[in-house]
């Protein structure tokens, strides 16, 4: 079942949402603030969000800047907003698609649909990683090194999935800094250094002599196993 936030100060347009929504499957959270909205989408990482751009506390376009710095998903406009600057700005700062209201019901589904199918795990997406001394369950999100459990931060998590899912290829900075911290991260590259120090101690890896993870310097970083997909 996927989870769809919806964030809109109009009780009637959340309502509507939520039975149409509801009755094709999907489970649904709702915020009638900017600032509920994107405390709510931290702690429940929804599959998609439905944000509205007039809210009562902070305007749209400030709660989709603040959504991109740590969320992944799609986000979806629905608003009265139809000039032609005010869609352009809210893709341009990572919104993937805008509807204006008034909207048809069966339309969004259909808008919810095909973001949910593009954002869905891919078949070729990596699962479980392991060798001699490493066990890495990537659905489970649980690392095991020697036999140990070792516990990992949500970002240092995010950050191994995307190594290990791009195995053998250079991940830029600026690629690892965009989709785990977002985009107005993109130059704050000493968040990658502490965050690649912090795993090379977890899993007990020599940054002079790698045997996980490689630094391209000045450019980015590399899976060195090979994964079996």
Do not use: C
Not at 112 to 139: N, T, W, Y
Request: charged share 30%.
């Amino acid at each position: 079942m996927n989870h769809i936030l919806i964030i809109d100060d109009e009780p009637q347009i959340r309502r509507v949402l939520q039975i149409g929504l509801t009755t094709q499957g999907y489970e649904i959270s709702e915020a009638g603030e900017g600032r509920i909205g994107v405390s709510m989408a931290a702690e429940l990482q929804p599959d998609l969000i439905i944000l509205d751009l007039g809210l009562p506390d902070l305007d749209g376009q400030v709660v989709l800047q603040k959504l991109r710095d740590f969320y992944h998903q799609p986000i979806i406009i629905l608003s009265v907003r139809d000039h032609e600057s005010e869609i352009v700005k809210a893709l341009d700062t990572g919104a993937n698609d805008y509807v204006v209201k008034p909207f048809g019901i069966q339309e969004l589904l259909a808008r919810i649909r095909g973001l949910l199918k593009a954002f869905g795990p891919s078949v070729q997406s990596v699962m479980h990683f392991s060798d001699e001394r490493v066990e890495i369950d990537l659905q489970e999100r649980r690392l095991q090194v020697d036999g140990e459990l070792i516990k990992l931060s949500r970002k240092e998590f995010e950050l191994l999935k995307r190594l290990i899912n791009n195995a053998g290829r250079l991940i830029t900075q600026q690629q690892l800094l965009r989709e785990i911290w977002g985009r107005t991260h993109v130059e704050d590259t000493h968040y990658l250094r502490i965050f690649i120090a912090r795993l090379r101690t977890k899993l007990g890896d020599d940054p002079s002599n790698p045997r996980y993870i490689e630094t391209e310097p000045g450019v980015g970083y590399r899976f060195l196993p090979e994964v079996n997909r």
